[in-house]
Each structure stands twice: as structure tokens, then as C-alpha cells.
């Protein structure tokens, strides 16, 4: 989901508060009580030699002239990007480090996709790379040439609010018909009209909280306490949230979304469902998003799609090898077993009763036989 990279660091244990404030607004999110757990030393260098590899990815697909732009999203990338960070915040909307502000606003004033566009957007480690990818599988599976290419239209690029303004020079001019873009947005900062194909994705909140903790503890933006139990209990308890206003996490970032549910223009698909019911799922994103696709190209893309073929692409990948994040980890229902209490397990449950109680949403916490 992020185009972020492997960091090395040594943890002190001096813990400090920092207050965040906003890179546009005079917001004052101090009462938020956002802290720093550890003070990160970090190779610059190589993460900015990381860097370059994203960026210069899509390299392939802009036309020839292009260094110049390449070379300006670099460093535009370099400026906001580099820790140590303080979050940004639009419209009282606390984006984590790296998700621009400035970046999210210019995509709502001034982006327009294309009418055969899609977007998918979620919260963190809902499961997003995955079906992202079976959106490139489906847009592209007839031309082996754009299959290979479009992976350069990477998280850096098609995530709206990622990196500096810059870098919508290169997609703009990025050579594909139909473009997948993604978003961690709420939906009030998503300029929802502008896109014909909006899939909205949810899974259980008890796994995407695993994955969060086994994710961010892999990068510098140090936001969050390396303790596992303490990770869960702190923000089950609504704090270190981002993407909502102060004191809200991912359960308020579904029922946001949560009334665009029957929108034409958007389709709710569950994590669980597609884990459960891979070919039929993709038949479903293929009819919204009108891509005709044959029985034995659907058999192609399941395999192409696969938790382990999907790991394996990644490991054997040069810029993800390099970046050493936790794209893909377990992929199973039901591993919150294995790290919550019962004390967490049943406070996340009461938080979603409270919640999402008076919508149709059931998650699904284990296999369904």
C-alpha cells in the first residue's frame, strides 16, 4: 500500500511526545496526544536510492523526454517523505507521513481520471495491493507488453494523496488506457463525482489491526510503540489514528464510506469474500468495472492473484526486495487468534457494535466451511 522502504535504526528508549500540527492549517492536534516512540537513526542514502527506483519505474510508460519529470517527482519525493515527519492534515483529516496534504487537495481541485479509470480505496492493510492487483490483472490481461509495464504505475504514483503535487506531470502522461489509482482518503476528500469505478474495501477489524502492527513496525515513522499488546490497546483505545480526525481509526473510516454503499458509482467488496470465493470475486470486479473476461483468463488471473504467487512476485521484485516492507505476511482469516486477548478482542467488538451498529455490515472473524 505504501511505497515506503527498509529502514535501520536503533530504538533508545527515551520516549517524548511531539505535537503535530497541520502543514497547511493553524489545526492543533496536540489534544490528539500524538507521541514519537523511539528515535530512529536512519541511512538516508539508501532510502533515497529506494526512492529513485519507484519513481524511475514507470520510466517505461512516459514518453521519452521525460527525465526531467522523473527527476523533479525524486525530489519532491525526498522533500516530503524524509523523516523524521510530522503528519499533515486537510480539513482537520490526519494523513500519515509521506500522504500529502497539499498532494490530497490538489487531487480534489484539479485530477481528472479518465471515464474507464478505477479506483480502490480503503483503509490501511484491509487488503489493497491484492485487489489492486486483480484490478492491473483485469485491465491489462490481454497485452503481456502492459502487464509488465503498468507495475511502474506504482503505489507512488496512483495513490492520489501519496508524495508531492509533482508528481501528476507523470501521471498524466503515464501511456496506459485505463489506469488504476487507490486512496486512504475518507470519502468527503475524494472528489467522488470524477470517477466512473469506485471499489471500496473492508475486512475484519481484528485482523487489519494485526496487520497494521506487523506493517509499521518495519518503517522510521515512529508513531507507534514497538510493544505488540501495547500497539493493539493503544489504538483499540481510538488514539494514533490516521485517516479520520483526532481519536478516530479504521471503524470510522468505514462508516464514512459506509453511506456511498449504494452509490452507482461504488462497490463494497470484503476482503473475506474474495479470500473465500477468488473466481467469483473477480467475475464481480470484472462486470463493474466492465472488462469482458473468459472462464480460463479468470482461472489465469486466480493463479496470477494467489496469496503465494503474489509473495513471490514481490520477494523476487527489486524495488520491493530493497524496500523491505511487509506487503504480504500471512493472508489468513482469523491470525488475530494468535496475538489479541480476550480483553481486546471483545473491546474491538463492543467499539464496532457502537459504531457500525446501525449499518448491515457482519464481518467475518474465522473460515466459513
Same mark, same amino acid.
Given at each position: 500500500?505504501?511505497?515506503?522502504?527498509?529502514?535501520?535504526?536503533?530504538?533508545?528508549?527515551?520516549?517524548?511526545?511531539?505535537?503535530?500540527?497541520?502543514?497547511?492549517?493553524?489545526?492543533?492536534?496536540?489534544?490528539?496526544?500524538? =507521541?514519537?516512540?523511539?528515535?530512529?537513526?536512519?541511512?538516508?542514502? $539508501?532510502? =533515497?536510492?529506494?526512492?529513485?527506483?519507484?519513481? +524511475? !519505474?514507470?520510466?517505461?510508460?512516459?514518453?521519452?523526454?521525460?527525465? !526531467?519529470?522523473?527527476?523533479?517527482?525524486?525530489?519532491?519525493?525526498?522533500?516530503?517523505?524524509?523523516?523524521?515527519?510530522? #503528519?499533515?492534515?486537510?480539513?482537520?483529516?490526519?494523513?500519515?507521513?509521506?500522504f500529502e496534504a497539499e498532494t490530497a487537495e490538489y487531487s480534489y481541485d484539479n485530477f481528472?481520471?479518465?471515464?474507464?479509470?478505477?479506483? &480502490?480505496?480503503?483503509?490501511?492493510?484491509?487488503?489493497?495491493?491484492?485487489?489492486? *492487483?486483480?484490478?492491473?490483472?483485469?485491465?491489462?490481461?490481454?497485452?503481456?507488453?502492459?502487464?509488465?509495464?503498468?507495475?511502474?504505475?506504482?503505489?507512488?504514483?496512483?495513490?492520489?494523496?501519496?508524495? #508531492?503535487? %509533482?508528481?501528476? *506531470?507523470?501521471?498524466?502522461?503515464?501511456?496506459?488506457?485505463?489506469? %488504476?489509482?487507490?486512496?486512504?482518503?475518507?470519502?468527503?476528500? &475524494?472528489?467522488?463525482?470524477?470517477?466512473?469505478?469506485?471499489?471500496?474495501?473492508? %475486512?475484519?477489524?481484528?485482523?487489519?489491526?494485526?496487520?497494521?502492527?506487523?506493517?509499521?513496525?518495519?518503517?522510521?515513522?515512529?508513531?507507534? #510503540?514497538?510493544? *505488540?499488546?501495547?500497539?493493539?490497546?493503544?489504538?483499540?483505545?481510538?488514539?494514533?489514528?490516521?485517516?479520520?480526525?483526532?481519536?478516530?481509526?479504521?471503524?470510522?473510516?468505514?462508516?464514512?464510506?459506509?453511506?456511498?454503499?449504494?452509490?452507482?458509482?461504488? +462497490?463494497?467488496?470484503?476482503?473475506?469474500?474474495?479470500?473465500?470465493?477468488?473466481?467469483?470475486?473477480?467475475?464481480?470486479?470484472?462486470?463493474?468495472?466492465?472488462?469482458?473476461?473468459?472462464? =480460463?483468463?479468470?482461472?489465469?488471473? &486466480?493463479?496470477?492473484?494467489?496469496?503465494?504467487? +503474489? $509473495?513471490?512476485?514481490?520477494?523476487?521484485?527489486?524495488?520491493?526486495?530493497?524496500?523491505? +516492507?511487509?506487503?504480504?505476511?500471512?493472508?489468513?482469516?482469523?491470525?488475530?487468534?494468535?496475538?489479541?486477548?480476550?480483553?481486546?478482542?471483545? !473491546?474491538?467488538?463492543?467499539?464496532?457494535?457502537?459504531?457500525?451498529?446501525?449499518?448491515?455490515?457482519?464481518?467475518?472473524?474465522?473460515? %466459513?466451511?
Amino acid at each position: 500500500m505504501f511505497c515506503f522502504y527498509e529502514c535501520s535504526f536503533t530504538e533508545r528508549s527515551m520516549l517524548h511526545e511531539v505535537q503535530t500540527t497541520s502543514t497547511d492549517t493553524d489545526d492543533d492536534l496536540s489534544s490528539n496526544n500524538y =507521541k514519537r516512540y523511539s528515535t530512529a537513526e536512519m541511512d538516508l542514502e $539508501k532510502i =533515497k536510492g529506494i526512492w529513485r527506483k519507484y519513481v +524511475m !519505474e514507470v520510466a517505461p510508460l512516459l514518453p521519452e523526454d521525460s527525465s !526531467e519529470i522523473l527527476e523533479r517527482c525524486y525530489e519532491g519525493l525526498v522533500e516530503v517523505g524524509s523523516p523524521p515527519k510530522t #503528519p499533515s492534515v486537510w480539513k482537520d483529516y490526519i494523513l500519515f507521513p509521506a500522504f500529502e496534504a497539499e498532494t490530497a487537495e490538489y487531487s480534489y481541485d484539479n485530477f481528472i481520471p479518465k471515464d474507464g479509470d478505477v479506483l &480502490v480505496a480503503s483503509y490501511p492493510k484491509t487488503g489493497t495491493t491484492w485487489t489492486s *492487483e486483480i484490478i492491473r490483472q483485469l485491465l491489462y490481461h490481454n497485452d503481456p507488453e502492459l502487464i509488465k509495464k503498468s507495475r511502474g504505475f506504482n503505489q507512488f504514483y496512483n495513490y492520489l494523496e501519496y508524495g #508531492p503535487v %509533482c508528481k501528476y *506531470e507523470a501521471v498524466k502522461a503515464a501511456k496506459l488506457d485505463r489506469k %488504476c489509482f487507490g486512496t486512504h482518503l475518507p470519502s468527503n476528500l &475524494v472528489n467522488l463525482k470524477r470517477f466512473k469505478k469506485i471499489i471500496y474495501l473492508i %475486512c475484519n477489524p481484528k485482523d487489519q489491526l494485526v496487520s497494521w502492527f506487523n506493517f509499521v513496525k518495519t518503517h522510521p515513522y515512529d508513531f507507534f #510503540p514497538k510493544d *505488540e499488546r501495547a500497539f493493539y490497546d493503544l489504538l483499540i483505545a481510538g488514539k494514533q489514528g490516521f485517516f479520520g480526525k483526532p481519536g478516530e481509526g479504521y471503524l470510522e473510516h468505514v462508516k464514512d464510506w459506509y453511506q456511498h454503499k449504494n452509490d452507482e458509482n461504488v +462497490m463494497f467488496l470484503v476482503f473475506e469474500d474474495i479470500k473465500q470465493n477468488h473466481a467469483e470475486k473477480i467475475k464481480e470486479l470484472a462486470a463493474f468495472i466492465n472488462v469482458k473476461v473468459a472462464d =480460463k483468463e479468470i482461472s489465469e488471473i &486466480v493463479h496470477n492473484t494467489s496469496f503465494n504467487s +503474489m $509473495k513471490k512476485d514481490a520477494e523476487n521484485r527489486e524495488v520491493e526486495k530493497d524496500e523491505g +516492507m511487509i506487503m504480504f505476511r500471512k493472508g489468513e482469516i482469523g491470525d488475530w487468534k494468535n496475538h489479541l486477548t480476550v480483553a481486546q478482542s471483545e !473491546e474491538i467488538d463492543r467499539k464496532v457494535e457502537e459504531i457500525l451498529g446501525d449499518t448491515n455490515i457482519n464481518f467475518t472473524y474465522k473460515w %466459513c466451511s
